[in-house]
């Protein structure tokens, strides 16, 4: 799939905007703080409702309005030319407004993996170097591409864990609570709810972290010619072992869970929080023999990486979808060897759009676009 058109209303610095796309590759050059990479987080934020830059809606609306509207057109593939419409309205403090095919949806929701994307940026370094949480919403990112609903899965699931949590914490500093009371009663209802919706989530991560592993393998290979084994675990504070080979993994997990929500009840009330479950756990990245956290240079972090979003890029195209390829700003920190690797690993992909401060920085590439960003305005370049 590809996008055809992007239509832009008071989204970030753009009043209005417009532009025709194509298949292939379209890079966007400007100077930093012109909006190229608005441009490619609008298209981010249709396929996902989540950008990679910021956590809420507010910085998404240009200074002065009250909503923004992202509208594009997209085409199945280059051998189907059928369309689809895709409208979103971003409300800040309120839930966006979505429209497939000029038709509202009950859910907004629902308008994820209409679109499929898969974003880098220098900020993916994070991945390497950050905390557990980037590396989960690494994961969980490619969990959502690879299969929309999962998204829903992971909104209930962090609903229910909230809601957890807060009657944890109004029962904080006890050591048991009253069998047969309201709060038991609460109490397991949630257990059961965060149970079936962590035990789905872990076993979509772990069968997505199994299956990326080969092909972030073969792209770090292909983008460091020297030390370029690597390697990424999961890692659960939920005892793991023989789950693969349970008759149903969904189910055992689920079980397992159950089990170690009830042995460490007494803590969670102590302490006022939940203490297992997939908000807790952490991918284990590896270069060579060392951890790349706190072990791989700034080169390697950033090549692991790259790799571990082309790798998620490949798998989602073996699932038979072709999604859109965005590199933010990536070219320039890959000098000129592994720039061109990284231009000859993506140039059959039916979309990829990039963005440059400097064009030189990008390889040229066969049947290539190129725009110039300057103060929210697009022009082709000629």
């Not at 930093?32 to 609306?61: C, D, F």
């Not at 594009?72 to 095919?101: C, F, H, M, T, Y």
């Not at 869970?257 to 990245?285: C, F, H, K, S």
Request: proline residues 4%; charged residues 25%.
């Amino acid at each position: 799939m590809f996008v055809t058109e992007l239509a832009l209303a008071d989204f970030r610095n753009y009043h209005e905007a417009h532009l025709e796309l194509t298949s292939g590759v379209t890079v966007f050059v400007g100077a930093n703080g012109q909006g190229k990479t608005n441009l490619v987080e609008a298209i981010e934020y249709l396929s996902t409702m989540q950008s990679h830059r910021v956590s809420t809606t507010a910085p998404l609306i240009r200074a002065g309005a009250s909503s923004a509207i992202i509208r594009a057109k997209v085409q199945a593939s280059r051998d189907d030319d059928r369309l689809i419409w895709l409208e979103l309205e971003v409300v800040p403090g309120k839930s966006n407004v979505a429209r497939l095919n000029r038709a509202p949806l009950s859910r907004p929701r629902d308008l994820v993996g209409a679109l499929r994307t898969v974003v880098f940026s220098p900020m993916d370094i994070s991945i390497v170097r950050g905390d557990p949480s980037d590396r989960r919403g690494w994961l969980d990112s490619l969990v959502v591409t690879r299969w929309p609903r999962m998204a829903g899965v992971k909104q209930d699931f962090d609903k229910v864990l909230r809601q957890r949590n807060a009657l944890l914490k109004s029962m904080s500093g006890r050591s048991q609570v009253p069998q047969g009371g309201d709060e038991e009663i609460t109490l397991l209802v949630w257990n059961e709810q965060l149970a079936a919706l962590g035990a789905e989530l872990l076993h979509a991560r772990l069968d997505t972290l199994a299956d990326v592993r080969p092909h972030a393998q073969h792209a770090y290979e292909t983008i460091a010619p020297v030390n370029n084994q690597i390697n990424a675990v999961y890692r659960s504070g939920l005892d793991l072992d023989g789950v693969s080979e349970a008759e149903d993994v969904r189910g055992e997990l689920q079980s397992r869970l159950l089990e170690a929500m009830e042995r460490l009840r007494g803590e969670e009330l102590y302490r006022g929080v939940t203490l297992i479950g997939p908000q807790r756990d952490d991918v284990e990245l590896s270069i060579g023999e060392l951890p790349a956290k706190g072990y791989a240079s700034h080169g390697e972090s950033w090549s692991l990486a790259l790799s571990l979003r082309l790798g998620g890029f490949t798998l989602v195209r073996d699932d038979g979808i072709e999604p859109v390829l965005v590199l933010d700003d990536v070219f320039a920190e890959l000098d000129v060897s592994r720039r061109e690797r990284l231009g000859a690993a993506i140039a059959d992909a039916e979309q990829v759009l990039i963005t440059a401060a400097v064009g030189a920085d990008v390889p040229d590439f066969p049947a290539e676009r190129r725009f110039k960003v300057t103060a929210g305005t697009v022009e082709p370049l000629t």
